[in-house]
């Protein structure tokens, strides 16, 4: 229960449900299915239900954008394999946003800066930060 971030079995029983259920597993491959599943959620390093319920809608969401691209190239028409293209398009950017949203979450919201490059001036002792262009 502690890959799905909560100690309730109940509550773990549910989201599990949901993955499953968005997952559109078929019952020859059941098993390897839903331990592949948690498998992804321990991995992701779930520490409680909004991180659990975040990263389910995430393995939902990429397995969709990954059947629009399937679907894509069965298509026999262009306009079909546009239409499909589309909707994988708008899920992998949909994608990336429930990254962010995540990340932020498990960040508490703190922001922090990371200093890349520190260049020293050796006239006055002053440092930049930031990029620095010259022009030679």
Same mark, same amino acid.
């Given at each position: 229960?502690?890959?799905?971030? $909560?100690?309730?079995?109940?509550?773990?029983?549910? *989201?599990?449900?949901?993955?499953?259920?968005?997952?559109?597993?078929?019952?020859?491959?059941?098993?390897? &299915?839903?331990? @592949?599943?948690?498998?992804?959620?321990?991995?992701?390093?779930?520490?409680?239900?909004?991180? %659990?319920? *975040?990263?389910?809608?995430?393995?939902?969401?990429?397995?969709?954008?990954?059947?629009?691209?399937?679907?894509?190239?069965?298509?026999?028409? /262009? &306009?079909? $394999?546009?239409?499909?293209?589309?909707? %994988?398009?708008? *899920?992998? %950017?949909?994608?990336?946003?429930? $990254?962010?949203?995540? %990340?932020?979450?498990?960040?508490? @919201?703190?922001?922090?800066?990371?200093?890349?490059?520190?260049?020293?001036?050796?006239?006055? @002792?002053? /440092?930049?930060? @930031?990029?620095?262009?010259?022009?030679?």
């Amino acid at each position: 229960m502690s890959s799905v971030g $909560t100690h309730s079995p109940e509550l773990a029983q549910m *989201l599990l449900q949901q993955l499953v259920s968005a997952s559109e597993i078929n019952s020859r491959q059941a098993e390897d &299915d839903i331990n @592949g599943l948690l498998a992804f959620l321990q991995e992701m390093h779930v520490e409680d239900p909004v991180e %659990a319920m *975040l990263v389910c809608q995430m393995v939902a969401c990429n397995q969709q954008a990954v059947k629009m691209l399937q679907q894509s190239r069965q298509e026999m028409h /262009a &306009d079909s $394999t546009e239409q499909w293209l589309k909707i %994988a398009n708008r *899920l992998m %950017a949909l994608f990336v946003k429930q $990254t962010e949203a995540l %990340a932020k979450y498990k960040r508490k @919201g703190h922001q922090s800066m990371q200093v890349e490059h520190l260049y020293i001036n050796n006239d006055n @002792g002053q /440092a930049v930060i @930031g990029s620095i262009n010259s022009s030679r």
